[in-house]
C-alpha cells in the first residue's frame, strides 16, 4: 500500500512537500512515479525517479521547480515543490513499479501499485 501525505491549500509562489510512503514493503527496487489529475482532465506524469535515485525526470511543466528525492531506508518517496502555481491544482498520485532497469517510466500504464492521492490547491 501506498500513502501519499503533504497536500493542502497553498497560495499561489508557495511550497508543499508531498511524501510517499510504502506500508507493509518496502521500496527497494521499485521505481517511482508522481502523477496528477485536475478535474475534467487526464492523469499526467509530473516526474520520476528509479529505485536507485539515480536518475530523475519531470514534465517540462514542474521543471525547475519540482524536486523529486526518495530514502528507501524510509520507504518514502517526497516531490519537492516550489513557486506553486495555480495550474498545479490536482490530486496528486504515488505510484510504484518493481523494477531493476534504470529507467523512468513516464506512463500510468506502467506502475503496478496507486495511493489514494492528496489534494493540492494552489488558490489565494
Known amino acids: 500500500q501506498l500513502v501519499e501525505s503533504g497536500g493542502g491549500l497553498v497560495q499561489p509562489g508557495g511550497s508543499l512537500r508531498l511524501s510517499c510512503a510504502a506500508s507493509?514493503?518496502?521500496?527497494?527496487?521499485?521505481?517511482i512515479g508522481w502523477f496528477r489529475q485536475a478535474p475534467g482532465k487526464e492523469r499526467e506524469f509530473v516526474s520520476g525517479?528509479?529505485?536507485?535515485?539515480?536518475?530523475?525526470d519531470y514534465a517540462d511543466s514542474v521543471k525547475g521547480r519540482f524536486a523529486i528525492s526518495r530514502n528507501n531506508a524510509k520507504s518514502t518517496v517526497y516531490l519537492q515543490m516550489n513557486s506553486l502555481k495555480p495550474e498545479d491544482t490536482a490530486v496528486y498520485y504515488c505510484?510504484?513499479?518493481?523494477?531493476?532497469?534504470?529507467?523512468?517510466?513516464?506512463?500510468?500504464?506502467?506502475?503496478?501499485?496507486w495511493g489514494q492521492g492528496t489534494q493540492v490547491t494552489v488558490s489565494s
Open positions: 505510484a510504484a513499479r518493481i523494477t531493476y532497469s534504470s529507467g523512468v517510466y513516464y506512463s500510468a500504464r506502467s506502475y503496478d501499485y
Open positions: 507493509g514493503f518496502t521500496l527497494d527496487y521499485y521505481a
Open positions: 525517479i528509479t529505485w536507485s535515485a539515480g536518475n530523475t
